[in-house]
């Protein structure tokens, strides 16, 4: 596994997951579907068994976006005082177009760096025993 990290060195894993590609060599897919992790890497046969975001990429999409989409809804409820169907109409299609792409990229982001820290389930630090 040291030889394969030493060969596909050159790909940045957590620039490569980000755009939806293998973090060991930046080209095959991570993606099978829109969120659906791939099973292994189509160019350097990586098995993705060791990633599991959970639900980390949504909390943060839904505290960024919920962030945003708030605000600007309480502004122009202040500012304007629409009617509410404006709102819906507004602040539902906004939150989706927002949400959909964000929670793939923090996916990959966060797959890509379980994989340039070897993170793995129980594990604190590299030799096992919790010390650095």
Same mark, same amino acid.
């Given at each position: #596994?040291?030889?394969?990290?030493?060969?596909?060195?050159?790909?940045? =894993?957590?620039?490569?997951?980000? !755009?939806? !590609?293998?973090?060991?060599? /930046?080209?095959? !897919?991570?993606?099978?579907?829109?969120?659906? +992790?791939?099973?292994?890497? *189509?160019?350097?046969?990586?098995?993705?068994?060791?990633?599991?975001?959970?639900?980390?990429?949504?909390?943060?999409?839904?505290?960024? @976006? /919920?962030?945003?989409?708030?605000?600007?809804?309480?502004? #122009?409820?202040? *500012? @304007? *005082? =629409?009617?509410?169907?404006?709102?819906? +109409?507004?602040?539902?299609?906004?939150? +989706?177009? +927002?949400c959909l792409p964000l929670l793939r990229i923090l996916?990959?982001? #966060?797959?890509?760096?379980?994989?340039?820290?070897?993170?793995?389930?129980? !594990?604190?630090?590299?030799? /096992?025993? /919790? *010390?650095?």
């Open positions: #596994m040291a030889e394969d990290r030493r060969f596909y060195a050159e790909a940045d =894993p957590v620039k490569a997951a980000t !755009r939806g !590609r293998c973090p060991r060599c /930046g080209e095959g !897919r991570l993606f099978a579907g829109f969120l659906t +992790l791939a099973k292994r890497c *189509s160019n350097c046969g990586l098995d993705y068994d060791f990633a599991d975001a959970g639900d980390g990429p949504a909390v943060f999409v839904i505290l960024i @976006i /919920g962030f945003v989409v708030c605000g600007l809804a309480l502004w #122009m409820e202040v *500012s @304007i *005082s =629409p009617p509410l169907w404006v709102h819906f +109409l507004l602040w539902i299609p906004l939150t +989706l177009i +927002l996916k990959g982001t #966060m797959i890509g760096l379980q994989y340039k820290n070897h993170a793995a389930e129980g !594990r604190l630090s590299g030799d /096992g025993d /919790g *010390s650095e």
